[in-house]
């Protein structure tokens, strides 16, 4: 059945998402459990901010713990954005505390050490903090030195962008990338071979580049390469044939198991491994994605997986729980889960429910319930004012949110509306604990 929609509903829908994403789970009536249990959270992230909203409305006594060093909370969905200068570096920039509730104990340090036998985490300065039940959820690391050549003091000059480090290095990513679009010449966008989070925005940074220059008339200018990391442009099969058809109507080059191993800035030439072996291709613009592992802390301690993402260190989990599988009060929640998707904002907000349940069963004694299913959501933009909301599972299959509204391979400003107005308050909602 086709739905059609007026402008004005679209805007409705977003709007509607918006709200309910912010008041759906405000006030839950769930009863408080009494428990003097010691819960630590390594990381304040979106994942380990949203549970500890979630865990204090719960729980009645317990001693919540978060450790993290960083001051600044990061909106990384909106780091593409950024980086095509559509919004100022500033959009994706908030206090890590003004997302915390009181009765949450945020100690700014770094975790430096976890003994999983002794049930500590030790931090950088010194502090040992003893649980009952540890949740991790530290993020992942951009390894920006496995690429030879390159640092992250290049970016936005000689035409050199790297949009994941960081606003300021997204918006000099926006200097280079705007300066290409003028002048032109060979755009070389990469991805890494790792798993890496949200594995849509090297694509979209791709297509919004492309069709800012259509826009502005200059496109006969660039030559666009996407070098794919695989034989694919994207996990999931019927996706990736959609990108595929979408780069051959734009002009955009796809280049195969094409994986970035290090630049010569002042020749402007950058090295990529190829099945046939090391080749050399020259660019006016290269947009740098590093590998992305694990943090050290994680990767040292023993919990990561021993027969699988063996270089990047992705905690030992099972995927539908979350649950580590040798020590049972420990979970792992986000980017550094080692299951086989989920790396995205849109999935934290699913795993949380899952980890919390998980948490609250352990305390009170019961089996948990709660399940991940490996949902993933990637609005991919492909080019300003449209985007597919790309919604998937653990097996591939498309999950679609609106089914017979929004479809998910198509290329709409509905989807486009979604992530302007409603990601980033469903966003929000979520580090309240209320989405």
Same mark, same amino acid.
């Given at each position: 059945?086709?739905?059609k929609l ?8 977003a709007?509607?998402?918006?709200v309910?994403?912010?008041? $759906?789970?405000?006030?839950?009536a769930?009863?408080q459990? @009494?428990? &003097? !249990?010691r819960?630590?959270?390594? =990381?304040? /992230? ?13 729980l009645?006594g317990?001693?919540i ?11 990384q ?12 570096a ?25 003994d999983?036998?002794?049930?500590i985490v ?16 530290p ?6 030195d496995?690429i030879?050549?390159f ?9 050199i962008g790297?949009?994941?480090? $960081? ?8 200097? @280079?990338? &705007? !300066?290409?679009?003028?002048?032109g =010449?060979? /755009? ?27 826009t ?8 666009v390469?996407y ?14 044939e959609k ?5 051959g109507?734009r ?12 630049i010569d800035?002042g020749?402007?030439s ?9 080749v ?5 613009y ?9 943090p ?15 270089d990047?260190g ?14 049972e ?19 934290v ?13 352990a ?16 609005p991919?933009?492909?080019?300003v ?18 089914p ?7 290329e ?15 966003y ?8």
């Open positions: 059945m086709d739905i007026s402008r004005r509903q679209m805007l409705s829908l709007a509607g998402s918006a309910l994403a912010t008041t $759906g789970t405000a006030d839950r769930e009863s459990i @009494a428990t &003097k !249990a819960i630590a959270i390594i =990381g304040a /992230g979106a994942g380990g901010t949203a549970l500890a909203n979630r865990l204090v409305s719960r009645e317990a001693q713990t978060l450790i993290d060093p960083r001051a600044e909370h990061l909106y969905p909106g780091l593409s954005l950024v980086a095509a200068g559509l919004k100022p500033n959009y994706v920039v908030s206090k890590t505390t003004d997302w915390l509730p009181q009765g949450v104990t945020l100690i700014a340090e770094a975790a430096a050490e976890i999983a036998e002794s049930q030790k931090t950088a300065g010194g502090q040992s903090i003893a649980y009952d039940f540890l949740v991790l959820a993020g992942l690391v951009l390894d920006h496995a030879e050549g640092s992250l003091d290049m970016v936005g000059q000689n035409g790297a949009l994941y480090a $960081g606003p300021q290095y997204a918006a000099a990513t926006w200097k @280079a990338a &705007k !300066a290409y679009t003028e002048t =010449g060979i /755009g070389l966008f990469t991805r890494p071979a790792t798993e890496m989070k949200c594995a849509g925005a090297p694509l979209k940074h791709t297509f919004l580049i492309e069709d800012i220059a259509r502005g008339g200059t496109r006969g200018k660039l030559d390469h070098m794919s990391n695989n034989d694919s442009l994207f996990g999931v099969p019927i996706v990736s990108v595929r058809m979408l780069f109507d002009g955009i080059s796809p280049a195969y198991s094409h994986v970035l191993r290090g800035a020749a402007k950058a090295t990529f491994d190829t099945p046939e072996g090391r050399t291709r020259d660019y006016d290269i947009h740098v994605i590093p590998p992305q592992r694990a050290e802390v994680i990767r040292q301690s023993g919990l990561s997986w021993a027969d699988k993402w063996t990047q992705w905690v030992e989990c099972d995927m539908a729980t979350l649950r580590h599988l040798r020590y009060n420990i979970w792992a929640l986000g980017d550094v889960a080692g299951v086989p998707k989920g790396k995205t904002a849109a999935s907000k699913w795993q949380i429910p899952v980890v919390e349940d998980g948490l609250l069963a305390i009170e004694g019961r089996e948990a319930t709660e399940t991940y299913n490996g949902y993933t959501s990637c991919m933009i492909t080019r004012g449209r985007a597919m909301l790309v919604e998937f599972d653990y097996n591939d299959n498309l999950t679609p949110s609106f017979g509204i929004i479809a998910p391979l198509e709409l400003w509905i989807s486009w509306l979604m992530k302007e107005v409603a990601l980033k308050a469903t929000n909602a979520m580090l309240r604990g209320r989405a």
